[in-house]
């Protein structure tokens, strides 16, 4: 037997296991995606706290070590890269970037590959063991230094090297490499304690974006724009061409080239003596006055000026006033949402195209929808 609420409808039953259906599928998908982040940063956490070498790692590698330099990581497979057309490169620093998405596996135009072999990064340097003999790029000489936005490829520029050069890695271990890079370089400038408290920040920062859980629709706040295909927008374009082609009509209502009917006249001959016959035309009817605009009612709290806001019973307008962070559970019947609307942690905004994002104030609000057009206020 279908569920009726008590006014007996089973449609608003269906709207509301429709709603809480993509509600959920939109916050599960937001919460994996933050979990996954969450675990890098505290993967990375741990492995800055922990990432010490020793002298014994570099046993069996033809490499000479120093007094004080021991072997922090070996990767055995690297190809050196030159650069064609030299470059300034930005200096080396101690920012940690978690790359938002997997690198491809491509080498950037101008860049040429001239050896390959294995990698070792130490405590004084970064050293590729190969084919044609050794290259080194020992961290206090080092001037410039790039990561490769989309590919593996990291470039080094050095004082006594005029050509940049660099390494071409594997794509599952450029992260890892470009991370471990960074940790032996705070540790030749003393600065290992930056690089973790970084990470406390980045993980900090990161739990308070943790997706909350959506509050569940009820059968009660289900509306009649439900009931049609397309929803508010659907009525929306309906009163749009209800009020437009009347008025169409009215402008294109064509004149008569002749000026009207006329009455026709018998084509017999008129006895003598008459008069011609006249043509007649029809009285035309005065043009009707032209009705004057009613005035519009005085605005109420809920039709007031909404500066662009769509018409809605929760006060929501363009014009400043308070930002909204919790929004009302029936905002998505009134604008229209992002997906994964509810996945967001900062105040409600409009985006360029015109929906609605619950990501106000965070890095890349509405990056997918042409930007932040304005705030959605109370």
Known sequence: MAKTDSTGSTWRYRWAQRQNVRRVSTYRGAETAWRRRDDELRRLRALAADFHGSAAAGAGLPLELLDDEVVLWALPAAQLVEVRHTAVLPAPDLTVAVPAAPLRPRRPDGVRVTDAGMAVITSRRLVLLGGRGRR?????????????????????????????????????????????????????????????????????????????????????????????????????????????????????????????????????PAPAGSAPPVLLRPAVPPPAPKRKPSPRPSPSATSGPRCGAPENPLGYDFCGGTRIRRPAVEVCDWFDCVPQFWAGRGYLVQCRDGSVSLAGGRAGACAEHRGVRRTVTK
């Open 136 to 268: 080194d790029w020992a961290y206090g000489r080092i001037t410039g230094l790039a990561h490769d936005p989309v590919g593996p490829v990291t470039l080094i520029q050095v004082l006594d090297r005029r050509r940049t050069s660099g390494l071409l890695l594997p794509t599952d271990a450029a992260a890892d490499f470009r991370f471990k890079l960074t940790l032996a370089f705070a540790d030749s400038i003393e600065q290992r304690a930056a690089v973790l408290a970084q990470l406390d920040e980045l993980i900090a920062e990161h739990h308070q974006l943790k997706p909350f859980r959506p509050a569940v629709a009820t059968p009660a706040q289900a509306r009649l724009s439900a009931l049609v295909p397309g929803g508010r927008r659907s009525i929306a374009v309906a009163a749009a061409v209800a009020l437009l082609v009347p008025a169409a009509l009215f402008e294109s209502n064509p004149s008569d080239p002749t000026g009207g009917a006329e009455v026709a006249v018998a084509a017999t």
